[in-house]
């Protein structure tokens, strides 16, 4: 992206500060009177349905939404990553009716304690600090990738600002509501973040569709299976719809093959749900919320009408990636060029002979220019200034420091695998020889009885969909880039609240108040729960600027996508046991979760080629089989019964159950006409 395409206005900074200093400032007016710890923890138990449903969304929509599924949508995955929110609208409505009852009657703060209701206190301890490890983590990612995206945008518009100043404004702003009104203030400050969340996504699809309306070409893939990509030129007589249509047509398919390695229409039979069902059913920080209902009717409304917004977002932040590499598929792979040097460097030292990759030492702007297509150029520059410095547009030209090529040494059995559909389209040639490199370096690998060394590589940078359509589609200077700014920090901010909120909780709750002081009064619990935001805010914090090391990033990336593997199947396996087998006894609990955690590491271990969503399903079945058994044997005496520990009502919703049906129906429908049969009608 060009630096000087991405200003910042007077106008965007009061609108950015106004929006900040509105949101912290309604969430703690609002939380002035909270008190108890039920005030602090549950927002007193009085949310209703509206708060309910707008705070579900803001928590969970973040960057990894608006960076990540924007991306994997610009890609040949297109709208299918749209099954990660249409699956979840279904979930949704499944938890509201299925779960909530439960929870709410037996008058639970956290998830963890509900396993003492229905099992006992070791099960619950086991959940409870599993869960409080795994949110250190997230917090740290989830700061870190929005101050990345915050730092990045003030870099293009010509200002510095570190990862580490970043992290501290993002930090600071989600401790100050989180610390002073606990949940009523995070579901309030929600409210106006979820509700920027959708008008900022409505602003940045209607310019994206403007700006599709006036180009004159645009890039399309052909094929899902191929990845196949050709700019075409575009009638002058054709509206942005039909554009959109006729460009994207093959993208809009929400079953990709069977063999696709990003998301295959098999992880939709099984895999998917195992992480959804934990998501947005036993996930404290996503639960919370509904633990505060003020009734169960207002909870399961709530619940639903955030089932509701869940299919809406998918044509607010899938659609736009889509147009954004319809719009900017070269500047996608310019901003590739750095990923591709350090690939191609590794390649030719892995592959001397190669013919499809040259270095030459600061070559000349007509050198650069007259490169062929084809063939990659490593354009070696003695320092990182001189490197920064290549204006090249040249996508074959790969701007790379001496010390870079010169420390590129690649592992003897190194293999370069892509699951960028397109890499093998746009380098044909390569592709081959990279094929056929591979098939010997595996052949060597296996009859050494060593593992192979994989290293990636991608035609386009897919990630950059968002920056691009901010960059080039917004009107600038009238205030509107700040509010944008503004949503998506807001929704970086309401992601790391609740969790800050959820982490505080369980920690007073399941540890302070269980292990340390059980007798402690209701103002000491908010007290220590307080000073737990605080803490986890800092870790966060400090975590946070440490992940701009790519290997470390990379790293903390894989180790949050397994590393909840190690309780998420083993925690739904025992809600759904203990829901559904009543006569389960109390060991089956501690059963089921230590079964996943070895379980879950052994298969990790012995068969690392198991994809992970795979592993997950496969130890899900496995601690169902080992409850089962234990019951067989041992079963309780008595059916356990929910004694209902809670004054709030408890009558189900009709209306949340019609508009229940409506959502399932709706997702269902979506499914069908963006099926091949849909698409083929």
Known sequence: MNPESFQISTWDILVFVAFVVTVVGVGLYQSRSEKGS??????????????????????????????GMSGNAASHVGLAIASYEWMAAITLVIVAFGFLPYFLRTGIYTMPQFLEVRYDGTARTIMAVATILIYLLLLGSVTYSGALVISTLAGKAGYQLSLGTGSLIIGVIAMAYVTAGGLKAAVWADLIQGSALILGGAVIIWFAFQKLGMATEAASVLSVETGAVSIQALAPDAGAIERFWDLNKPRMNMFLPATDTILPWTALMLGLWIPNFYYWGLNQYITQRTLGSASLAEGQKGIVFAAFMKLLIPFLIVVPGIIAFNLYSKDMRLEARGDTAGSMALYLDANPDTRFVETLETPTDAEISAWPDGRYLLAVYPDEASRAAVQSTNPWVLPITRDALVGAQAAEQTVFVTEDQSWAAVNPGLAEEVEAFNAGVRAAAAAAGVKTTPEKMIAYKYDTALAQLLGHVLPQGVGIVGFVLAALLGAVVSSLAAMLNAASTIFSIDVFKKFIRPDAPQETTVKVGRFAVIAFGLVAIFLAPQLGDPAISNSIFTIIQEGQGFISPGILAVFAFGLLVRKGPAVCGTAGLLTNIIAYGALKLMVPELQFLNRMAVCFGLCLLVM??????????????????TEIALETSGLAKLGGILVVATALLFYFLFSPAGLAG
């Open 628 to 645: 089962t058994a234990i019951t067989l044997v041992r079963p309780r005496a008595e059916p356990i019964v929910f004694e209902q520990n």
């Open 38 to 67: 039920e005030d602090y923890f549950l927002a007193g138990r009085d949310l209703k349905w509206w708060l309910i449903g707008f705070s579900l969304i803001a928590s969970n929509i973040s960057t990894e939404q608006f960076v």
